[in-house]
C-alpha cells in the first residue's frame, strides 16, 4: 500500500467518528467488524488527500474503486471496502452532510465463489492430537482445537466465551456473534473430555495470574486468549502435525460445516450452529463434497 501522511481534517474526524459510533450504537455490528470498517474508512481518506468529500462525484468514487485495485487487496477486502463506504455515505447523506449517496451507485466486483480451506477427517485428528506433554498449556491447547472443531465457532467467538455461556453437563455451550446475536451451539464427547482435563490440570494455574477472569480460554498471564495467538497455535499445531500449512483458525469452522453435511445434516440446521444470517452463506460447504451431490442426484433424480 502506498505510504502517505494521513492527515484528517477536524470535520472529517467528526463524520467519522460519529459513523463509528452508528455502526455500533444503531447498526449493532460487531467490534470486529466496526474496526474493519475503520481501517477501510482510514484508506479511504488516505486516498483522499485534500479532495471535498462533499463534492465528490461517482467519477471520483470509480477511481477510488481503481485506486484499491492497484494495491492488490483480496477479492473478499475489496468486497467490504466497497460496502463500508456505501454505508458510510448513507450515514452521510442521513446527516445531511450530502445530498445524495453516489456511493450506491458503485458496483462491486462479483467474488468469485471459492472453495474453503477444509481439512479431511484423518487431517483434522492429526492437528487435534499435535499438542503433547511437550508443549506449554498442551491442555489448553487441546481443549481449544477440539472445541472449535466441536462447535464451529469464529475464533472472536472463542476468545470471548464466558465460563457462565459453558454448560458442559447439558453438552452446549452458548456462544456470541456477529451482531451480538447469540446461538446455542452443542459440543461433542470428545471435545468436552478435552475442556475437563484444561479446567482440572490447567486453567486453576493459569486463573491465579488474573483477577477472577470469566474467559474459559486463559494466556499465560491470565488474560483473555487472543485472536492473533489462535492463529499462532494453529499453525505451530499445523507444522507439528504434517497436515497442510495453510490453515487458519476458520479452517476448522470450514471442516465442521463441510463433515456435518457430508454424513447428511440438514443445511438449515448447520446453518444455524454457523450462525449464518443468510442461507446462501452457508451454501458454499455443499460445492466441496461433490461425491455426496453426486449420490444425491443419482438417489432423487428418476432418470439417474
Known sequence: MERRQLIIKPAKITWLEGFLAYCSGECHLSQNTVIAYRRDLDRFYLWLGDRNLQ??????????VSWLYEQQLAPASMARHIV?????????????VVEQSKAALLGSQKLWE????????RQVEQLLTAPSAKNRCWRRDRALLELMYATGCRVSEIC???????????????????????????????????????????????????????????S???????RHR???LIKRYAVISGVRTDISPHSLRHSFATHLLTNGADLRQVQEMLGHVNISTTQIYTHVDSNRLRAIHKKFHPRA
Open 230 to 232: 489462535v492463529w499462532e
Open 114 to 121: 471459492r472453495v474453503p480451506k477444509v481439512l479431511s477427517p
Open 55 to 64: 463534492t465528490l462525484s461517482i467519477r471520483d468514487l470509480s477511481a477510488y
Open 84 to 96: 463500508s463506504l456505501k454505508l458510510f455515505y448513507k450515514y452521510l447523506q442521513m446527516e445531511g
Open 220 to 226: 499465560y498471564r491470565g488474560k483473555a486468549l487472543q
Open 160 to 218: 470471548t466465551l464466558r465460563l457462565c455461556d459453558l454448560h458442559l453437563d447439558e453438552h452446549f455451550c452458548k456462544c456470541t456473534g456477529k451482531g451480538n446475536k447469540q446461538r446455542i451451539v452443542p459440543i461433542g464427547g470428545k471435545a468436552e473430555h478435552a475442556l475437563r482435563e484444561y479446567f482440572t490440570h490447567e486453567r486453576p494455574a493459569l486463573a491465579e495470574l488474573g483477577e477472577e477472569p470469566p474467559w474459559v480460554m486463559l
